[in-house]
């Protein structure tokens, strides 16, 4: 059997390697060609798995029974085509949640320091409380964050309680955070649910956050509010066309980064480790490697505040010691002025050091700073008290 793996996947050879020859290749080479001569497809989100792509493969004689992606998002494959030939179809959901739940927290209280405010003073709207969405506002509202959530398809599935509509959270909240999938049509379509019209809606002063798809604003209406009124504050992780994002809008996000909200070591080896488990299924094996097996130590694992800290410059020192949000943006900046935007894009996600997730880091607290446990154990990190 042979597995093409996208090179992006870690710990491939390890899930995939006793159950046939792996092949790697970048995502954005894995074509109908590469895939002429494989068994089973392991791909990321870069990698379009679309009927032409698999026709042609077929039709040239691949023998191609399974696709995984080791991603939450889905939109880069079509489940359809393959359903119509047979071939089965895993992904990996909720693999990364936690690391953009992290990501949001981290580059939500970086804003915060920048410009001056405290998060314990805003109110943020979720939009799409799914796996990411529903984790966020569980620890937004754990750290005793006022949250408002809006999620028609739930909505309708579980009633109205406990959800608005976007228009009621673009008017109440400071802070607007996107979740959603990508889905092109459809009752609940989000391809350019921030439009002209709702970018327009919102609030001097509002930060627009969005680590779902790219595709689910208006990047041209947003770089036009943005540079124009400039009242408002953009943080991009995702963008429409990646990687050869609009350079403009780039210059005039606050925090801007090239799609690495989910990018924890944690995170990827969910994702791998979950497509492994459903193609050893898929193959009625057993599953001989587990997630333990993979996951290293952290390379920072303990943190010991002694008190002295306001308290979200407390959470701050803690997220920064897993993930400074900074970073990512300078090296994407650095990187698009150095060999320009698409190739600069892919270049940090390529390279990126794959950071640990918050629950990875213990937090020991002496005797004075005894108070900041219920907020440190709010935002995820594991606390003890000395
Ligand atoms: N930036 C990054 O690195 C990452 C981005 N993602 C993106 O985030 C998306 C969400 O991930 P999960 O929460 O795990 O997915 P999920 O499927 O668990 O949740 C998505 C939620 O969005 C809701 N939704 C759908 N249409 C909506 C609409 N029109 N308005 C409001 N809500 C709507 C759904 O009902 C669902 O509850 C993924 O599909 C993926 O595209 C996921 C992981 C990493
Ligand atoms: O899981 C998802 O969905 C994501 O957006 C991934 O974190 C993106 O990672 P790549 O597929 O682009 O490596």
């Keep these: 059997m042979r597995i093409l793996v ?21 995502g954005r080479e894995i074509d109908a060609g590469a895939v002429r001569d494989v068994d089973a497809l392991v791909v990321r989100s870069i990698t379009r798995v679309d009927a032409a792509m698999v026709e042609a493969a077929l039709q040239a004689g691949s023998r191609l029974r399974f696709v995984g992606t080791c991603t939450i998002g889905t939109d880069h494959v079509d489940q359809a085509a393959l359903s119509r030939h047979g071939i089965a179809f895993a992904s990996a959901p909720g693999c990364n949640a936690e690391a953009v739940v992290d990501y949001v927290l981290g580059s939500l209280l970086t804003l915060a320091e920048r410009q001056g405010w405290r998060l314990a003073d805003r109110r943020v709207g979720v939009v ?20 408002l959530a809006c999620d028609p398809p739930r909505a309708e599935r579980e009633g109205a309680q406990g959800f608005v509509g976007l228009a009621s959270l673009i008017d109440a909240c400071d802070v607007v955070c996107l979740h959603t999938p990508l889905v092109a049509e459809g009752p609940h379509a989000t391809h350019h649910l921030l439009d002209a019209e709702r970018i327009a809606e919102l609030a001097p002063g509002t930060v627009v956050l969005n680590a779902g798809r790219g595709a689910c604003i208006d990047g041209q209406a947003l770089r036009q509010r943005l540079a124009g009124q400039g009242d408002i504050t953009a943080v991009l992780d995702v963008w429409e066309h990646e990687p050869g994002i609009d350079a403009a809008l780039h210059d005039l996000a606050a925090i801007a980064t090239p799609h690495i909200a989910g990018y924890s070591l944690d995170g990827k080896l969910r994702g791998t480790h979950q497509v492994y488990r459903e193609l050893v299924r898929h193959l009625g ?17 303990h943190l010991v505040l002694h008190g002295g800290h306001e308290a979200e410059e407390a959470l701050r020192l803690c997220a920064r010691a897993v993930h400074d949000v900074r970073r990512d943006h300078d090296s994407l900046l650095r990187e698009s002025r150095r060999r320009g935007m698409a190739r600069g894009f892919d270049a940090c996600r390529a390279s990126y050091p794959l950071r640990r997730e918050f629950s990875t880091l213990e937090v020991t607290l002496n005797e004075k700073a005894h108070e900041m446990a219920p907020l440190l154990e709010a935002a995820g990190f594991r606390v003890t008290m000395v």
């Design 128 to 147: 799409g409380a799914g796996s990411v969405g529903g984790r966020l506002l569980r620890r937004l509202e754990a750290l005793g964050i006022d949250c």
């Design 285 to 301: 094996l057993p599953a001989r490697v587990t997630l333990a097996d993979l996951l290293p130590p952290p390379p920072v694992s």
């Design 6 to 26: 996208d090179a992006n996947v870690p710990a491939a050879d390890a899930c995939f390697g006793g159950l046939g020859e792996v092949v790697r290749l970048p």
